[in-house]
């Protein structure tokens, strides 16, 4: 019955794997003997709902199917930082499998409903008996997205590494308008989740924005953010 029941998801969700680069060059067939494999199972979270908590033995490598998901550490004093957004076709937990952790570092939470694909950790990193092409391509492309991710903690240790609390948004916020090659833009986090993403205080964040705002160096409502480049110096 449960052989059954994994056929069936895997032809459900089979649109979903393949919009992933991990999956994307596998046939339904391939999915179906990988997904035996790497002994996954597929799950559904709701918003807010936590999808790993951090602290809790580490056994499976989460790839994101759909929705969107933040990656959260809370220190010993119960201090919250975002480490970084995870959006459809990312994974986690990859490098902390490889590391040998026993643990999550983490904490993983849904931001809207989310698909999630659950992928045994030594079935993956391990190759199987037979070796197989596939098996291998599904590696690369994992490797492949760790560099991606690293990119992308590179360039929050880049605002981070600003001194001021004006600094840290204005070099977050030109990343933004750089890759988003506009001036009008949208970020992914509300004020409470910017401030947790740039390991600042809320309130002194707020107060340095509005100062931004009065001094014509942005405009900014809620998510939505409008810079004027030829006012800023850095």
Known sequence: MLFL?????????FNELKAT???SSA???????MMFCFKTRFKTFDKNEKIITQGERMEDIILLLKGCAYVENTDILGNISIVMQLKKGDVYGVEGAYAGDDYYKDSVIATEKCLVLFMNKHRLINPCENRCKRHDLVIKNLMRLVAESNI?????????SKKSTREKLLSYL?????????????????????????????????NELSK?????????????F???????KF
């Open 5 to 13: 029941q994994q056929i069936y998801e895997i032809m459900e969700y």
């Open 21 to 23: 680069k991990i999956f």
């Open 27 to 33: 046939s339904e067939f391939e999915c179906q003997a």
């Open 152 to 160: 992308k903690l590179l360039d929050k240790l880049t605002h981070l």
């Open 174 to 206: 030109s990343s933004i308008s750089e890759k988003t090659k506009s001036n009008y833009f949208e970020i992914p986090f509300n004020i409470t989740e910017l401030a947790n993403y740039l390991s600042v205080d809320r309130s002194a964040m707020s």
């Open 212 to 224: 931004m705002k009065k001094e014509g160096l942005i405009d900014y409502d809620k998510r939505q």
């Open 226 to 232: 409008h810079l004027f480049n030829n006012k800023l």
